[in-house]
DNA sequence: CAATAATCGAGACGGTACGTCTTGTCTTGGC
DNA sequence: GCCAAGACAAGACGTACCGTCTCGATTATTG
């Protein structure tokens, strides 16, 4: 997933030295390694160049700062990370997706994700980055397991469809930035069970 | 690391100057503007010295960094803000307080809080100041409302109390620090349907 | 390290595309333009390729560096520039030829060669073009002045002819680089009057 | 010899910490040092902060760059370089004098110098500080000798003072920065020869 | 006329110094 | 003992230039 300035669409004809996908590559690996050894805000561009071998100019060249690249780091190291289970039960669909996520939560990315989601608070565009890119692709998977259940007749189809997500996402999102309860198999069943229940008698 | 208010209880009189009272409103206050105007991270520790006429060593000696003025800044900025609405209703009563919630955190303070929250992602002595005095102290509002209501038989016994809490908070919070969907007081009444009613049919 | 203009001497055609004489001529204009804009130091190669149209490799294909450029454009620009005099009287060839140098330094390309000679004392090549190819050649006109003189009887046949030409030329390259004292025609005539007559009464 | 604005002026009175004598002296020895290892322009600001102990930060404070740091560097090693021979001869003086000079030119200063003078011929603050600091002095002793040989009716009284001058200092500086001929002992007592008899038979 | 070879423009790259900035500590003298 | 003023060490920041490199395109000689 390129950052540059809308390459790569033809099949190659652009005169120069085409960019260097070992740099590139290196570049990314290196903030994966640091991110989780040193955290996001720790991390320096110039410890990045050092490990990669890359020069912060070539850095600085793709992009705009170290956060940046720790987005593109993180994106790249957790493509096909969230199959949708559809198991036919949307209960049970959603304990299957956010035990899923919290266990993703709970994991040592699940420490750079909230540094992200931290960052993002100071920086707009770390911000768009991260709700188009993580935060979006989330939703749409139980978004998908919400219009299933909808259309068998297991949920309500009068509630809120964006409503009823932040249902399920919004307590582990709570979780992890308040860190005031646990993250783990039991909490993400006992909130998908009273998620689907409600709290009215 | 006397970050309190209340720090010196009993009125034993030390020897030398005491602390300037003055000087210590001086930095909250200088700290709540720069919060408000350039956000928690632009802030520096030189530019409240200087809008408060304290020095730089002053500041250190009463705090340990920036954040934990910021902290002791914002608290006292919203001491009593969050009054419990006790309706009758257990519906209301979740309604009312999550409208307040976030009308606080659409507001310019909102902002700040989310910086805070942000910070603490990065910052274990600021989670553990913000879990305890920001977050617990709305937790506490929510958990009488929660225990009224079952008391009178409104809502569910058996649920898990925690979770049923998140149920109302955590929506606010994820759509505070993700922003993917707006808050306002539609966007309260909504969560607070479906959370009460359930997703299932 | 083919800097010379004239690196081919023989007729002998060999294989591959040849150098473009274009491309050199336009490095060289691009070179003389910037150094009266900007002055040697401020050039850099990358606004020489931009300017000349030709690329960075190029310009590093054919010189070492940017200096190496600037020389080879300062000569190209100043070729046939100073002609011998010879009035039939020492004193006044002094005054002439010094006359021609004090306006060559105080022009615009004067600021140039200053800085010339500023690169010498830091890179040794700079040194040794400068030295053969720029000083040499006015220390040979003025050998020549000196040369007649004694020939004619009008100079003293037993000095040192190089401390006599430092004479002449000495003081007009002390106010150049240390701009203690104005660099024009009456600054000209007086230090020829005095060298020619001596301090002493 | 300090740089910062108007220090010093009274008998003390300013608030805050004063500025470090220690630190100012440390950074002074390691230009120093360094001028002579590496030269003027190889030497790095980061290098003189870490041999001195002092900060980036602290020689940014005090000197706008590294080159404001070597002219008082150099400055401060020769403070009492300089003394007036007055033998009762003015060709003597000039001798000594001009002796004088060319050995500190062929010394290892001597090379420093001769980078200051090339550095000068690109930065006007550096011209400005080399003229006023270095050039100044000696000139004003020879113009001592000058006048005094004047008065003793040793020196034409009606030659060009300044011209005078420059025709002792002038071939010094010629070969120094040109360096097409020697700088001994030898070549300074030829240079005052001829100068004091004159190139005219 | 194709193969070979050296050139060219474009521009990415590693390296490295720059001068700026912020943090948290310290050292003064005054109160 | 507290405080304002402000100097200080540490070290990351993002920028700039250098000289090298890797492309694909071009332009000559040679077989």
């Given amino acids: ?73 993180f994106l790249s190291e957790m493509l096909v990370e969230s199959a949708d289970p559809d198991t036919g039960s949307a209960h049970e669909d959603f304990r299957l997706a956010l035990r899923g996520l919290i266990r993703f939560y709970a994991g040592s990315s699940g420490r750079v994700f909230a540094q992200l989601v931290g960052e993002a608070q100071f920086d707009p565009e770390v911000a768009v980055e991260l709700r188009d890119r993580l935060v979006g692709s989330r939703r749409q998977l139980v978004r998908a397991i919400w219009d299933r259940g909808v259309a068998r007749g297991e949920l309500s189809p009068d509630a809120d469809p964006e409503a009823a997500i932040d249902l399920v996402f919004g307590p582990a999102m709570y979780r992890l930035v308040a860190g005031h309860a646990p993250l783990d198999d039991a909490a993400a069943d006992a909130i998908v069970d009273v998620a689907m229940r409600g709290l009215a008698r």
Same sequence: chains 1, 2, 3, 4.
């Fill in 1 to 73: 997933m390129p950052v540059g300035p809308t390459e790569q669409s033809q099949a190659r004809a652009r005169p120069g030295r085409p960019r260097s996908e070992q740099s590139r590559a290196a570049v990314l690996r290196a903030t994966s390694e640091l991110m989780l050894e040193v955290g996001l805000r720790a991390m320096t561009t110039e410890e990045i160049a050092r490990r990669s071998g890359a020069s912060k100019a070539t850095i600085y060249k793709w992009w705009p700062n170290k956060y940046a690249v720790a987005i593109e780091a």
